[in-house]
């Protein structure tokens, strides 16, 4: 299936910085109420930005990626805001802090941005349809652009609520035709990213550098072709880091330190399987002429 702007993943600014995986969410309707961003000495890095701590998501998590890159950490401070009201006005966001030892009434939260929504996915119609004949896609796992390339926070509901309905109406309307022949039910192994997750997170992040694309794109490729539990995650990696290399620009959530302007014209990327195995197997032939 033909596969679209696989490279826009977007980071939530303000996930609990704590061991826990995954990391709670503390929402940006904590910011809306008035919570500011700060560093480990207390001052606001964010006051001189437009939107400030509402600025769109991208321009948050890159702001803090940066002061956390530079040593300091990061918290979002709601003591003058809420205070003593912080329970009442966000109970599941208060319960979570206080299992982590942290009463926000009291005390900032430490804050860190975290992978949250996948803008890309399988290329799709408007009514859900793919490049596969009877395969149809909707809610995350499709792209349908409606997204752009930084999704507005709560608008995936919407879609999936949507686009559900316009699946559905389409598959209803549609003759069965010619059906595959019944095959005997394979298990795949469970697929377990751990293996893979520094890779990604090194090549994938808030800021994403060509040289750190091309060293993931070596590091997946033997990984995704193998029958590992890996395989699978490798794959899908591999397919993100292809289509992150191939658009040489910075646009909403895909930021690239060596690229950081952008293209007069917004244009999605495509991609499919095939075409990204060939890409990735002259990268790393190209890698290994530049070695000798």
């Not at 940006?28 to 437009?50: K, S, W």
């Not at 389409?170 to 997750?197: F, H, K, L, N």
Request: hydrophobic share 45%; proline share 7%; with cysteine.
């Amino acid at each position: 299936a033909e596969l679209s702007d696989l490279e826009f993943v977007q980071f939530h600014p303000t996930a609990l910085d704590n061991p826990r995986r995954p990391m709670p969410l503390i929402s940006e309707a904590v910011r809306g109420e008035g919570a500011v961003l700060v560093d480990d000495h207390g001052d606001r890095f964010l006051a001189d930005t437009p939107g400030a701590e509402l600025a769109a998501r991208d321009v948050v998590a890159r702001a803090i990626a940066d002061q956390l890159g530079a040593g300091h950490r990061v918290y979002l401070d709601a003591r003058q805001c809420l205070g003593q009201r912080f329970a009442k006005r966000f109970p599941a966001i208060d319960a979570v802090c206080k299992q982590a030892g942290i009463d926000p009434a009291a005390e900032p939260i430490p804050v860190r941005p975290a992978a949250h929504y996948h803008m890309g996915g399988v290329a799709v119609d408007a009514e859900g349809r793919s490049s596969v004949s009877g395969l149809w896609a909707c809610g995350e796992v499709a792209r349908t652009g409606l997204h752009g390339a930084n999704r507005l926070a709560s608008n995936s509901l919407a879609e999936l609520v949507a686009t559900a309905a316009w699946v559905a109406g389409c598959i209803a309307g549609t003759s069965a035709g010619w059906q595959w022949p019944r095959m005997p039910a394979m298990v795949a192994v469970r697929p377990d990213p751990s293996s893979i997750r520094q890779v990604v997170s090194n090549a994938l992040g808030i800021v994403r550098k060509g040289n750190a694309l091309r060293e993931a794109v070596a590091d997946l490729l033997p990984i995704a072709v193998g029958d590992t539990a890996a395989a699978d995650p490798a794959l899908v990696a591999l397919l993100m880091t292809i289509a992150a290399l191939r658009r040489e620009e910075s646009r909403g959530s895909h930021y690239r330190s060596d690229f950081p302007g952008r293209n007069p014209k917004a244009l999605p990327s495509s991609l499919t399987l095939c075409r990204a195995f060939e890409s990735a197997v002259s990268l790393n032939w190209l890698r290994s002429e530049r070695s000798y």
